[in-house]
């Protein structure tokens, strides 16, 4: 009992005065943190989903935010995260070529990770932005100055500080919707907290760190939205003062969101998980993990602070599952069948004409699949890669460009020699989900348009687990066997 009174004592000191205790160590870390809103001042062509869409107004601001450190050696990093669904290498680039003209802080020194929200503008995805609209192209150079601007604004504002990494459990937020009718449970509901304080143990700032696609909101929403994490930030701030600085990052989503199948969620059924009223429930369920967890961390004044960055040649698919002509016939019949049902009254509004209308949609998506893969002038074997490791003290950070599979994350994390190891995903670059090796034999949305091999599950580990070990070499922190 008088252990939950500390806990508790010590969450409204925290809360109240925004100071942590007890810390008397000069830091000789430095830390900033900056945030811009990032939301399009006009109406355009929304993201996520295969939809055409343009969006209708604002439900809440989308942002690029920003988090600065220096460590005692000089090394610098900058941790962004932007709401988009995704981020192409050029954008990426030019935020940072801008940011290290206006800092000096090396461009592989520079992570830059999506939310992944698919309530927001599509500008920020595109291969070539030149190729878009003149709305987009304009979007676009407003993106890339106000991704810059987060960043100058974290890397100004830096102060002598401490950062302290912990983490906690969030079930039920995420669910694993290729498992929904076995329970659907989150193969890895791991949160990484950050917390941020100036030399004296004051608040500046909190991250989070959590795989879940923020897609709460379907293809009918027309707002723009960070979805569910809108409200965990908002929830923490809430507590916190809207003067602290609160980000998320995201981790291994590939196969997570908050409870519906991606199938169901293409055909457009309806789903009551799919409204603002439900996503903020699973937000505010993250706000009060977070709060609970962060008057327990502890910070540290003079962490190491280490990056490396790699490319790796990821090995894609050598064959496909099925024939071209397989795929047309499984179409076809799908296609009759759906046709038949919605004639008959009796069928509508019932499970049997989704699960026809699902038929359709995926084996349309696997013909379409057949046909770049066997009518492909060239087929590449592998695809080049960026990934970047940062390790802060006793904790390292990996990232992955595209949707990782939870199951692959929680394997870097088994196998990596320090116990605090968590995956940020959704960085710059090519975009996509990298199934679990055994999903391939099951199929359907996530494996049938993915690009990748049942062999990159493994490659992905290796890969991680090398960048990983470049930043322990300098750290006895690595975890007991």
Not at 252 to 281: C, D, F
Request: net charge negative; proline share 5%.
């Amino acid at each position: 009992m008088q252990k939950v009174i500390t806990a508790i004592g010590m969450l409204a000191f925290v809360f109240c005065t925004g100071v942590n205790p007890g810390q008397t160590a000069e830091p000789d870390m430095r830390v900033g943190v900056g945030e811009t809103v990032i939301t399009p001042g006009e109406n355009m062509q929304m993201a996520g989903f295969a939809r055409s869409q343009v969006s209708t107004g604002v439900h809440d601001h989308l942002y690029a935010r920003s988090l600065a450190i220096e460590g005692g050696d000089g090394t610098e990093v900058v941790l962004m995260t932007v709401a988009l669904v995704g981020m192409n290498e050029a954008f990426c680039k030019r935020i940072r070529d801008g940011i290290t003209a206006k800092t000096g802080i090396p461009g592989d020194h520079i992570v830059i990770s999506c939310t992944h929200t698919h309530s927001g503008p599509s500008a920020g995805r595109s291969s070539d932005p030149s190729a878009d609209s003149p709305a987009a192209r304009a979007y676009g150079d407003f993106l890339v100055e106000r991704c810059i601007e987060s960043a100058l604004q974290a890397w100004e504002s830096r102060v002598p500080g401490r950062i302290g990494i912990a983490s906690t459990e969030v079930f039920e937020l995420g669910r694993n919707r290729r498992r929904l009718l076995y329970g659907g449970v989150h193969p890895d509901p791991e949160v990484a907290v950050i917390r941020i304080e100036d030399a004296r143990g004051r608040l500046i700032g909190v991250a989070f760190n959590y795989g879940c696609h923020p897609s709460g909101m379907d293809f009918r929403n027309t707002l723009f939205s960070e979805d569910w994490p809108f409200y965990a930030i908002r929830g923490i701030k809430e507590q916190l003062g809207d003067q602290v600085w609160v980000a998320y990052y995201q981790g291994a989503e590939g196969n997570i969101n908050v409870g519906y199948t991606a199938e169901l969620s293409a055909v457009g059924a309806e789903m009551p998980v799919r409204t603002y009223w439900y996503i903020e429930k699973k937000g505010v369920q993250m706000a009060r993990a977070v709060l609970e967890a962060l008057p327990q961390i502890e910070t540290g004044a003079n962490l190491e602070v280490e990056i490396q960055r790699d490319r790796f040649d990821y090995p894609l698919r050598e064959s496909y599952p099925i024939t071209l002509q397989q795929a047309e016939r499984e179409a076809k019949a799908a296609q009759s069948r759906l046709a038949a049902l919605e004639k008959a009254p009796e069928y509508q509004g019932t499970r049997t004409l989704d699960r026809a209308r699902v038929d359709v949609f995926s084996t349309s998506q696997r013909l379409s699949a057949a046909n770049r893969f066997y009518e492909a002038d060239e087929r590449p074997l592998t695809r080049s890669l960026e990934q970047q490791a940062v390790r802060i003290g006793d904790a390292v950070f990996v990232t992955f460009p595209g949707e990782l599979f939870s199951e692959i994350g929680l394997a870097i994390k088994n196998r990596s020699p320090l116990e605090k190891t968590f995956v940020i995903g959704v960085t710059c670059g090519p975009g996509g989900y990298l199934p679990a090796a055994k999903e391939f034999i099951d199929g359907d949305y996530e494996i049938d348009g993915s690009a990748y091999s049942p062999k990159t599950e493994a490659f992905c580990i290796s890969s991680s687990l090398k960048l990983i070990d470049r930043v322990v070499r300098r750290t006895g922190a690595a975890k007991e066997e």
